[in-house]
């Protein structure tokens, strides 16, 4: 795969996801609360179906295992989740500005985790960005360009999907670029990640665990 066409792959990645999340917008809230307000999971749940359904014929029936690795990455996975609070301390501070305080201590409230929406956002995204970033574009980017180029351009592009296209389409939905900021040093872990362990299992047990984290700190 070249730089191009993984680009497109990824256009089509967006359209697809935004396509499927634009039917809250045609179904009145007010008689579908309950239902829209877990509309996350059920997109989630087809998207899973949809890129597995795409990868199993795209690469085929093996594409969709999880190798074996040392469990050396596995460790390293939750060494790095659980360092997540001051990381994104960092991170928040080169990109707002704002002070440390919160790189040492930090509070967890696992009663945010209240809703098919979020359990979805922990269990199911990881599994969907991870077989299609690192595993698909990644996997097929590192056949023609070396290891720096590969993860560069992978966590570029997994970054740019995390941009809030949907605050285009509803007023409360808010413009900001910093979960795609964040979510590109994410990518670039993640990528290190697989490239070193061989299995995609790492990245998305890493990947679980820092969306569980983000859901059940209280800032």
């Not at 990645?13 to 634009?22: D, E, N, V």
């Not at 070396?146 to 970054?159: E, K, M, Q």
């Not at 910093?178 to 990518?187: C, D, E, L, R, V």
């Not at 993640?190 to 995609?200: A, D, E, P, R, V």
């Amino acid at each position: 795969m070249n730089i191009p066409k993984s680009i497109l792959y990824t256009i089509f990645y967006i359209i697809f996801t935004i396509s499927i999340a634009l039917w809250v917008f045609l179904i009145p809230f007010e008689k579908y609360a309950s239902l829209i307000k877990n509309g996350h999971f059920f997109n989630s749940i087809l998207t899973l179906v949809c890129v597995a359904f795409f990868l199993k014929n795209r690469e085929g029936t093996d594409f969709l295992k999880i190798q074996r690795t040392k469990l050396k990455f596995y460790l390293i996975a939750i060494g790095i989740g659980i360092l997540f609070p001051p990381i994104r301390a960092v991170l928040r501070f080169i990109y707002y500005q704002e002070n440390l305080n919160g790189i040492l201590t930090y509070e967890f409230d696992i009663s945010r985790i209240n809703s098919l929406a979020i359990i979805a956002s922990i269990l199911i995204v990881p599994i969907i960005e991870e077989f299609f970033f690192r595993k698909f574009i990644q996997g097929n980017l590192i056949q023609n360009y070396n290891a720096f180029v590969s993860i560069l351009i992978t966590s570029l592009l997994f970054a740019f999907i995390h941009f809030p296209f949907l605050s285009f389409f509803s007023k409360y939905i808010e413009l900001s670029m910093y979960q795609a900021f964040s979510t590109f040093f994410g990518g670039i872990i993640m990528g290190l990640l697989f490239y070193k362990s061989k299995s995609i299992g790492p990245s998305i047990v890493l990947h679980m665990i820092w969306n569980m984290m983000a859901y059940s700190i209280i800032n």
